[in-house]
């Protein structure tokens, strides 16, 4: 819709008792109870929409529309953003979306450290298996053609992507344990550039993973510096979440002074048990930063457990080189044993993953690529070992080796208080940190289960159940203060002029389903969901409309 169709459109709907003609609304949501993602009040309020974008909130009925839908019961709210999710090649695999579409996801932002541009033949060599797995053809090397790629493919919501150091240190360097020469750094600096003028949101780090943690400060920042100068956001995760926490956020906190821009800390928790009932401290670093000029936020995800590549307990040394040296490593038994003493006595210099796995007592197998090994799904390391006779970490070796380091993990380190504290914060947005699933198809597989219920968790459990935070407050966390963060122009609030991304919920029974058992279970109680002004969820049915949009960043130079 144009901007003077916009405003005539806007102009109508408030057209009182003068006689006036009323517009005819493509969708027109009556007595609901809104709540416009600002953090208001809620009020009860019927929603017009015409064509993608909201066009009156009030009194509406009575006006034509050419669907009507009775949200009675119901809150209408933003569609959520979700701050930090993994469907960039999950989505041209499959394009239902089921997972997150259900949990009235509109928007996810994705590319951890990692991310589809620019891509390379080395790049895209450690996944290789997998895409061939899914039949997956990678036929773009930069972020416009991936974006052309998107589109063409078809997205139930809207998805905007980070450039990652992890990716332009990979495509200059490889996984070299080295830093780059100047002339290497320039050429990353030189890529993020590039990425910036073609939509990327800002830089991101995975500093807790090979070859990320090989990377230092200097290097970050001068990439940083390079997304600061497109209006872009530093978004990270920490080089530690356990023991060195504070001296990680140090690390991003100086980034962003040094670069002059936003930081985003990515899923902010606290691994092992050292470091439980300690949030609070960890929230007031943020704040205390704040006071000084820098512009620190974070995200959580409202599980006491985590997710990520099984491979990412061995030491970050024993990664150099990618996986393929990682796996010969493995076999070569005077390195496999240093490997193991590494593991029962980290250093306590290490602040990779390696370092805060917490014992393998607590690590959970959740999905192989090599389908011989599905036994192991949902089993302990532990359980696998005691049932094979081996030890434990002889049985985590093995099982890398066999699968080729693309087994997935889940690592139970988190304390319920921790969570609940960073959820029921009304500056810690959320973010599933998981891709796009479905119960079905090539993406049916065991995963974690924020991945079907980051969303519906926080307002059945913490809203509703535990009243740990307002409805308000949350429905803010999962839209309007995320869209503000990711500088997303027109979306994330219930008001006329911005894109109809809608999640329309029953406050009374929206709940998660999904558990570590059943982790494809579909999540309860949201009824409707509009992406761009169309039905990705009709009263709780998915629809064939892929109505989603690559979302461009600041910098974004149109071709």
């Given at each position: 819709?144009?901007?003077?169709?916009?405003?005539?459109?806007?102009?109508?709907?408030?057209?009182?008792?003068?006689?006036?003609?009323?517009?005819?609304?493509?969708?027109?949501?009556?007595?609901?109870?809104?709540?416009?993602?600002?953090?208001?009040?809620?009020?009860?309020?019927?929603?017009?929409?015409s064509g993608d974008r909201i066009t009156a909130i009030g009194d509406l009925r009575g006006a034509?529309?050419?669907?009507?839908?009775?949200?009675?019961?119901?809150?209408?709210?933003?569609?959520?953003?979700?701050?930090?999710?993994?469907?960039?090649?999950?989505?041209?695999?499959?394009?239902?979306?089921?997972?997150?579409?259900?949990?009235?996801?509109?928007?996810?932002?994705?590319?951890?450290?990692?991310?589809?541009?620019?891509?390379?033949?080395?790049?895209?060599?450690?996944?290789?298996?997998?895409?061939?797995?899914?039949?997956?053809?990678?036929?773009?090397?930069?972020?416009?053609?991936?974006?052309?790629?998107?589109?063409?493919?078809?997205?139930?919501?809207?998805?905007?992507?980070?450039?990652?150091?992890?990716?332009?240190?990979?495509?200059?360097?490889?996984?070299?344990?080295?830093?780059?020469?100047?002339?290497?750094?320039?050429?990353?600096?030189?890529?993020?550039?590039?990425?910036?003028?073609?939509?990327?949101?800002?830089?991101?780090?995975?500093?807790?993973?090979?070859?990320?943690?090989?990377?230092?400060?200097?290097?970050?920042?001068?990439?940083?510096?390079?997304?600061?100068?497109?209006?872009?956001?530093?978004?990270?995760?920490?080089?530690?979440?356990?023991?060195?926490?504070?001296?990680?956020?140090?690390?991003?906190?100086?980034?962003?002074?040094?670069?002059?821009?936003?930081?985003?800390?990515?899923?902010?928790?606290?691994?092992?048990?050292?470091?439980?009932?300690?949030?609070?401290?960890?929230?007031?670093?943020?704040?205390?930063?704040?006071?000084?000029?820098?512009?620190?936020?974070?995200?959580?995800?409202?599980?006491?457990?985590?997710?990520?590549?099984?491979?990412?307990?061995?030491?970050?040394?024993?990664?150099?080189?990618?996986?393929?040296?990682?796996?010969?490593?493995?076999?070569?038994?005077?390195?496999?044993?240093?490997?193991?003493?590494?593991?029962?006595?980290?250093?306590?210099?290490?602040?990779?993953?390696?370092?805060?796995?917490?014992?393998?007592?607590?690590?959970?197998?959740?999905?192989?690529?090599?389908?011989?090994?599905?036994?192991?799904?949902?089993?302990?390391?532990?359980?696998?070992?005691?049932?094979?006779?081996?030890?434990?970490?002889?049985?985590?070796?093995?099982?890398?080796?066999?699968?080729?380091?693309?087994?997935?993990?889940?690592?139970?380190?988190?304390?319920?208080?921790?969570?609940?504290?960073?959820?029921?914060?009304?500056?810690?947005?959320?973010?599933?940190?998981?891709?796009?699933?479905?119960?079905?198809?090539?993406?049916?597989?065991?995963?974690?289960?924020?991945?079907?219920?980051?969303?519906?968790?926080?307002?059945?459990?913490?809203?509703?159940?535990e009243r740990a935070l307002s409805l308000e407050t949350a429905v803010r966390k999962m839209s309007g203060l995320a869209a503000e963060r990711m500088g997303l122009r027109d979306r994330g609030?219930?008001?006329?002029?911005?894109?109809?991304?809608?999640?329309?919920?029953?406050?009374?029974?929206?709940?998660?389903?999904?558990?570590?058992?059943?982790?494809?279970?579909?999540?309860?109680?949201?009824?409707?969901?509009?992406?761009?002004?169309?039905?990705?969820?009709?009263?709780?049915?998915?629809?064939?409309?892929?109505?989603?949009?690559?979302?461009?960043?600041?910098?974004?130079?149109?071709?």
């Amino acid at each position: 819709m144009s901007r003077r169709a916009l405003a005539i459109a806007l102009l109508a709907a408030v057209a009182g008792p003068l006689g006036q003609a009323r517009p005819e609304y493509d969708v027109l949501l009556v007595g609901g109870t809104v709540v416009d993602g600002t953090g208001g009040p809620a009020r009860r309020a019927d929603v017009g929409v015409s064509g993608d974008r909201i066009t009156a909130i009030g009194d509406l009925r009575g006006a034509p529309a050419r669907r009507v839908v009775d949200a009675g019961g119901l809150v209408v709210a933003p569609g959520f953003i979700d701050m930090l999710g993994w469907s960039e090649t999950n989505i041209l695999v499959d394009n239902r979306g089921v997972s997150k579409v259900t949990q009235g996801v509109t928007t996810e932002i994705t590319g951890e450290g990692w991310s589809v541009a620019p891509a390379s033949a080395y790049t895209l060599r450690d996944d290789s298996a997998q895409y061939a797995a899914w039949g997956l053809v990678v036929d773009w090397r930069d972020l416009d053609g991936y974006f052309r790629r998107l589109e063409r493919s078809g997205t139930p919501f809207n998805i905007g992507t980070y450039v990652g150091a992890t990716q332009v240190r990979r495509y200059v360097i490889g996984d070299a344990r080295r830093a780059p020469s100047a002339v290497e750094l320039g050429r990353m600096e030189a890529l993020v550039d590039t990425a910036m003028m073609q939509g990327a949101m800002g830089l991101s780090t995975s500093l807790g993973y090979a070859p990320a943690v090989y990377a230092g400060t200097r290097e970050i920042l001068a990439l940083a510096r390079v997304a600061a100068r497109h209006g872009g956001v530093y978004a990270t995760h920490l080089r530690s979440e356990g023991p060195q926490i504070r001296r990680a956020l140090a690390e991003a906190f100086a980034v962003g002074r040094g670069a002059g821009i936003p930081v985003e800390v990515w899923h902010l928790k606290l691994s092992g048990r050292r470091q439980w009932g300690q949030m609070r401290s960890i929230l007031a670093m943020f704040d205390s930063v704040r006071a000084t000029g820098v512009r620190a936020w974070a995200n959580s995800y409202p599980y006491t457990a985590s997710a990520n590549d099984l491979a990412s307990i061995i030491p970050a040394w024993a990664h150099a080189g990618g996986k393929d040296s990682l796996l010969a490593r493995l076999r070569d038994p005077a390195t496999r044993s240093r490997i193991r003493r590494e593991m029962i006595r980290p250093n306590p210099r290490d602040a990779s993953s390696a370092s805060e796995a917490v014992g393998l007592r607590s690590v959970v197998v959740l999905a192989v690529l090599d389908s011989s090994l599905r036994r192991y799904q949902g089993r302990r390391i532990t359980e696998i070992a005691a049932a094979e006779g081996k030890d434990p970490y002889e049985a985590l070796f093995d099982l890398l080796i066999a699968d080729r380091a693309n087994t997935g993990r889940a690592t139970f380190s988190m304390s319920e208080q921790d969570v609940r504290l960073a959820v029921s914060t009304p500056w810690v947005a959320v973010g599933s940190d998981f891709g796009a699933r479905a119960p079905d198809g090539p993406l049916a597989q065991p995963g974690h289960p924020r991945g079907y219920g980051t969303f519906p968790r926080v307002l059945g459990r913490y809203v509703r159940e535990e009243r740990a935070l307002s409805l308000e407050t949350a429905v803010r966390k999962m839209s309007g203060l995320a869209a503000e963060r990711m500088g997303l122009r027109d979306r994330g609030l219930v008001r006329p002029g911005y894109y109809a991304d809608l999640a329309v919920f029953d406050p009374g029974t929206v709940r998660d389903r999904a558990t570590f058992e059943s982790s494809s279970a579909i999540s309860e109680g949201i009824r409707y969901v509009l992406v761009n002004g169309r039905f990705t969820l009709d009263d709780g049915r998915l629809t064939s409309e892929r109505p989603g949009r690559a979302l461009r960043g600041p910098g974004w130079r149109a071709p």
